[in-house]
């Protein structure tokens, strides 16, 4: 059965911080791994790996794909109060129907 | 729209009442999922239209819950005789063709069945 695991499932850091999210998963046919951000209500995409090795970035936040290892990491520097959130982690599978397979979670508390 | 819009966002039911939720995807958007999330907990997939037909609807429990994607109206998902454990949060999330893992999430409804 495919599965997306993160950790650490919480993490308290304060702002200026860099913190480190990981995301492992054991899928039968990869095609994609996306990282979303859940505030208050709706996740709101912030990257989808689907090569291994190719960092994406977008300001402070990068992530990249090991899909040898099968893991990826989402790195915030610099962090700020308004990145507190849960991030997600989810593989999209082929098998399944192409069901998105959806991590538990790691809910990020910035202490100013 | 440039945003899925879910409509309401909140819905109070009585235990054995009917609930109907809405939910306008982004114009051109050929993807609608349906997700139940539980107090903050993990997203239960319910169901997947492409365009009007359903795709997926492995989650959905048959009983009780059936969901439509007609032609110029909103996409809805009801529940006949609510129950205690459907309290839940219901996200409604569109995906363009080319991409359809790339969801775009509605901000949800939040349904209390008392």
């Known amino acids: 059965e495919d599965k997306v695991v993160q950790s650490p499932l919480s993490l308290v850091v304060h702002e200026g911080d860099t913190v480190t999210l990981n995301c492992s998963y054991e899928?039968?046919?990869?095609?994609?791994l996306l990282w979303y951000k859940q505030e208050k209500k709706a996740p709101t995409f912030l990257f989808m790996l689907?090569?291994s090795g190719i960092e994406k970035k977008s300001g402070r936040l990068s992530s990249i794909l090991d899909k040898k290892e099968l893991f990826s990491i989402l790195n915030i520097t610099a962090t700020q109060t308004g990145d507190s959130a849960v991030y997600l982690c989810?593989?999209?599978?082929?098998?399944?129907?192409?069901?998105?397979?959806w991590g538990a979670g790691t809910k990020l508390i910035i202490k100013p | 729209g440039e945003e899925v819009a879910q409509t309401p966002k909140h819905l109070v039911r009585g235990e054995g009442q009917k609930a109907k939720l809405y939910c306008a995807p982004i114009?051109?958007?050929?993807?609608v999922f349906w997700y139940q999330q539980v107090l903050k907990n993990e997203f239960k997939f319910l169901i997947s239209?492409?365009?009007?037909?359903?795709?997926?609807e492995t989650g959905m429990p048959k009983e009780r819950f059936s969901a439509k994607c007609l032609p110029n109206s909103p996409c809805s998902l009801e529940i006949q005789a609510t129950k205690l454990e459907d309290s839940a949060v219901y996200f409604c999330?569109?995906?363009?063709?080319?991409?359809?893992?790339?969801?775009?999430f509605g901000s949800g409804t939040q349904l209390s069945v008392l």
């Open positions: 114009k051109g958007h050929s993807y």
């Open positions: 239209f492409q365009n009007e037909n359903v795709f997926d």
């Open positions: 999330a569109s995906s363009h063709w080319g991409a359809r893992e790339k969801l775009f």
């Open positions: 989810v593989h999209y599978s082929m098998d399944s129907n192409y069901q998105l397979i």
């Open positions: 689907t090569s």
């Open positions: 899928v039968t046919n990869f095609r994609s």
